[in-house]
């Protein structure tokens, strides 16, 4: 086998995570709003190329297995919505500045949680904790954000993707994988 073959450079696996991806609009005034914190806080801002809403992380899962991934996205289904992201809260432990929504709207844990109970069925491993819906927009603050509302951004949500984090020297890069839509309620 040469060096530069195919398996050779090939890893054996990859970590992965299920997503709300925003499309560049609403990225673009996330990113913003990530700058505006980062003024306030200090830390590290998020680039606008990261910035996602987390449904299932899986951590590394070996390269065969993402086909087994793709069927079990297939198989979910879940109803189109609006995530109003209308606050601003912290972490202190890990000091991360995020954006949530005082209403989350009923199809978005029922997303997560349908997701997640696939998951568990084909036979992957998830993290313990519970659904918190929220898009990190700073890493790494130094102080924390004025705790409350903002100004309501609406982000029209009408699939969910699989992404894998790939690192360098650079940081941490994501790769869409796949992409499902979501139904838009009606018959």
Request: with cysteine; proline share 6%.
């Amino acid at each position: 086998m040469s060096e530069h073959s195919p398996a050779a450079v090939m890893p054996a696996r990859v970590r992965v995570f299920f997503a709300l991806w925003p499309g560049a609009a609403t990225a673009a005034a996330l990113h913003a709003r990530a700058r505006a914190l980062h003024a306030q806080c200090g830390g590290r801002v998020m680039r606008r190329d990261t910035i996602h809403l987390t449904l299932a992380f899986l951590g590394d899962v070996a390269m065969p297995r993402l086909a087994a991934l793709e069927t079990v996205a297939q198989s979910v289904r879940g109803e189109r919505f609006i995530l109003e992201l209308d606050r601003v809260g912290s972490w202190r432990g890990n000091r991360i500045l995020w954006a949530g929504s005082a209403n989350v709207p009923a199809a978005l844990p029922a997303l997560a949680e349908k997701l997640g109970a696939s998951l568990h069925a084909a036979g992957f491993e998830l993290e313990a904790r519970a659904f918190n819906p929220h898009v990190t927009l700073v890493r790494n603050a130094v102080r924390s954000p004025p705790r409350g509302e903002m100004p309501g951004l609406r982000w029209p949500v009408a699939s969910f993707v699989l992404v894998a984090s790939e690192r360098d020297e650079g940081g941490a890069h994501y790769r869409v994988l796949g992409r499902w839509p979501l139904d838009d309620g009606g018959d």
